[in-house]
């Protein structure tokens, strides 16, 4: 065993150190002024410590990943899904389509309750569950040619638990895309600048994806620094082309961004993985960790206090008007995923199993590309904690809360123990150039808000408005590239779920299949998304209010998956990696799922808001955010269909639960009765690098395969 050097031992001292004093002004400062940048070394050096030992020790000592395997991308290589790809640009691709609405928005709306209860959660749980989810859910699909999370379970849960699996995985899977693609049209709807700068990353990609298979095969280097040139390029020209005669344009309706969204996702879909799908979503990695980065030296530089209470009364009382519910469970579901994701565990069973060169690489892909969506979510609480708390509940809580005029939300935000003038709200709204910002719901406004306040306190006032139009734009290009990837892996998953029944869906690339199965996942959201953009309480708006809990019952199945895999393959002793965190998950979303359900506060539960509703109907009386009689009937059905909807879906995940812990009892006593789906061992012939920067060891192994050169490039 290689002993530490004193200067790595120093290095991580420091390293830890900055980390501890973090947390320690987070934890002990009370009513003095916090500095945001004590969050980012809090954060940050967490991170580091994790990924340097607790990620290293889990790879390593618990999944023994092994880099003499051949994984799914080198033996069944066919050009289409399964392609060999440098592990730089998958790292990309995997953050790129994690990395959806939830680290953005989440943490805004949940600083409602405060900035360190979000922290805390962001922070510990991604060190501990989401970033453990990602990494083991990515190696164990690695070892069973990719397969997605529903069919694992099939094949490792037994038919039952695995037909509850694959049916709740996918009707998730359906409403998660919904929802990303309603947050696309909402920000893309009235902006020419984004619409355009979105435009054009499809023919870089496409530029950059045969660069990279034709041109010059493996110098990734070389067109990563053309891509970046062109896509600053497509940035700086679409304020360009929303300056000019051209903005019309490129100023599309919501109902015509639809169809071009689910043409996007078809095309996306069916066209080989190396073309348009790897290069645009490590393309867009540039733009979103370019721009955290800056955040980050932004709050280092600007050093700008956290306004917002650590712990605001909403925590306790549970009635706050962004969002309604108790600290716990509630805080939780609303962080979603930037610290744990159901959705995450699709695309480690997606995509990403069918590209990753070596299993070594598990550890960088998986669970570091986690972390670095846990500091997207950092940076979006610090963005929604800097600004006024005033202004913050002024722009989250709903219209039938705070009135429609600068002075009816200033008198309601006074009700809520904060305070904030008319004239200063009227201004807030003149300095980004918006005529209002009341109400401006989501979470996306409030993180715009909170990124021009850093960024012009580095580059001068006099760029506020172009900051907060950025953000915006930054928004939309980071929840698209979540939207192309999860419908090929919803499509994975459709063909699972009937290759089963028909042998040929087997086989993700089979043209048939693959375009059918394309087109019903794409048919699917696509319809909801239709009927949600021009009906405002129909469609995707009917399933909004269950996407935090869909999203964090999907993590329980994948993590009750790890357990069970980690059990059946022989490391019992190490079942708890994945084990408690399925356990602390269950437990918070089982409990906001029967309070949605059971509740009698009709903020929060379902049906208790179908009988107040009714018995308004009854009455004659039209209720907010109903506008009409017809809309209050439409509430009553959405309230019915969200309450059933999430009793099923909850009903589903414990029976999974039960009975992965049943085939778990079964493999304890009885080892020998256990059978796993493993792909069988072939060596690989591939030599790649495990991180980012390749070690001594495999510079000297490159050189001597003869691809050196090529392949550090």
């Known amino acids: 065993m290689r002993t530490a050097s004193p200067r790595t031992i120093a290095l991580w001292t420091l390293v830890a150190l900055v980390g501890a004093a973090g947390w320690s002004v987070l934890a002990l400062a009370r009513g003095e002024e ?53 592990r730089r640009v998958l790292l990309g691709h995997h953050f790129a389509a994690i990395a959806g609405a939830g680290p953005l928005v989440g943490p805004v709306l949940a600083a409602q309750m405060g900035y360190l209860p979000g922290t805390i959660w962001i922070i510990v749980g991604v060190v501990l569950a989401g970033a ?16 997605s999370l529903g069919q694992m379970a099939r094949e490792e849960i037994g038919p039952f638990g695995g037909a509850a699996a694959l049916i709740a995985a996918f009707a998730i899977m359906i409403i998660l895309l919904g929802v990303l693609a309603l947050v696309v049209v909402n920000a893309l709807a009235a902006s020419p600048w984004g619409t355009f700068s979105l435009a054009m990353t499809i023919p870089i990609a496409l530029f950059m994806g045969f660069y990279l298979r034709v041109v010059r095969p493996g110098r990734v280097s070389e067109v990563s620094l053309i891509g970046v040139a ?27 961004l639809v169809v071009w969204l689910v043409a996007y996702g078809f095309v996306a879909s069916v066209l080989p993985v190396w073309m348009l799908l790897a290069p645009r979503d490590y393309l867009s990695t540039f733009m979103k960790l370019g721009t955290i980065a800056l955040l980050a030296v932004g709050v280092v530089v600007a050093l700008p206090t956290l306004k917002m209470d650590p712990v605001t009364d909403f925590a306790s009382r549970g009635d706050g008007p962004v969002f309604a519910g108790s600290l716990f469970p509630f805080v939780f579901i609303t ?49 929604a904690s800097i ?24 008198q309601a935000v006074a009700h809520f123990g904060y305070s904030i003038s008319p004239g200063d709200l009227a201004q807030a709204a003149k300095n980004v150039e918006e005529s209002t910002l009341l109400s401006r719901t989501g979470g996306a406004p409030t993180l715009a808000i909170g990124v021009s306040e ?78 949600g953009v021009h009906e405002p309480l129909g469609g ?42 399925l356990a602390w998950d269950a437990t918070v979303t089982l409990t906001a799922s029967w309070q949605k359900v059971f509740s009698s506060d009709p903020k929060v539960g379902f049906f208790q808001q179908r009988a107040n509703y009714r018995d308004a109907i009854d009455a004659g009386k039209v209720l907010p955010p109903a506008k009409s ?59 790649a690098p495990a991180g980012l920067f390749p070690s001594r060891k495999e510079k000297e192994e490159r050189r001597d395969a003869g691809v050196g050169s090529a392949a550090g490039r």
């Not at 410590?49 to 023994?64: G, S």
């Not at 760029?463 to 939207?483: N, Q, V």
């Open 34 to 86: 916090v500095s945001a940048a004590w969050m980012v070394a809090a954060a940050l050096g967490t991170y580091a410590i994790a990924y340097r030992f607790y990620a290293k020790f889990i790879a390593h000592k618990v999944l023994k990943v092994d880099a003499t395997r051949a994984t799914p991308a080198e033996r069944l290589n066919d050009g289409m899904d399964f392609h060999p790809t440098d």
């Open 540 to 581: 995707i708006n009917q399933l909004f209010p269950i996407f935090g809990i869909a999203n964090q019952l999907l993590a329980a199945v994948a993590l009750a998956v790890c357990t069970t895999l980690l059990v059946k393959s022989g490391r019992l002793k190490w079942a708890w990696i994945t084990g408690v965190p």
């Open 629 to 687: 009689m017809d809309d209050m009937h439409t509430v009553v059905t959405n309230s019915t269909v969200d309450g059933v909807l999430t009793a099923a879906l909850a009903l589903l995940i414990v029976v999974v639960i039960v009975d992965a812990a049943r085939i778990c009892v079964k493999h304890v006593r009885d080892p020998r009765s256990s059978k796993l789906s493993e792909a069988p061992y072939l060596e690989s012939t591939l030599v």
């Open 230 to 256: 062109l896509l600053l390029l497509a940035l700086v020209a679409g304020r360009w082309v929303a300056e000019s005669s051209w903005a019309g344009a490129f100023t599309l309706k919501p109902s015509t």
């Open 132 to 147: 453990v989810q990602d990494m083991v859910v990515l190696f164990f699909s690695t070892r069973r040619d990719g397969r």
């Open 387 to 410: 600004i006024d708390p005033g202004l913050y509940f002024a722009m989250n809580a709903p219209a039938g809360v705070i009135g429609d005029s600068v002075q009816s939300a200033s």
């Open 335 to 383: 962080i979603a995923c930037g610290a744990l994701s159901g959705f995450h565990a699709l695309i480690s069973s997606g995509t990403t199993p069918k590209m990753i060169q070596k299993e070594t690489q598990v550890r960088m892909i998986g669970y570091g590309s986690m972390l670095m969506e846990s500091s997207v979510a950092i940076m979006a609480l610090i963005a």
């Open 454 to 531: 850093i960024f012009s306190k580095v580059t001068g006032d006099g760029l506020r408005a172009f900051w907060y139009h950025f953000a915006i734009m930054f928004e939309a290009l980071f929840i698209l590239t979540a939207l192309d990837a999860g419908t090929r892996v919803g499509r994975f998953m459709l063909q699972d779920m009937l290759g089963n029944v028909v042998k040929p869906f087997k086989n993700v690339s089979w043209k048939p299949g693959l375009l059918l199965c394309s087109a019903a996942v794409v048919g699917l959201w696509g319809y909801f998304l239709w009927v």
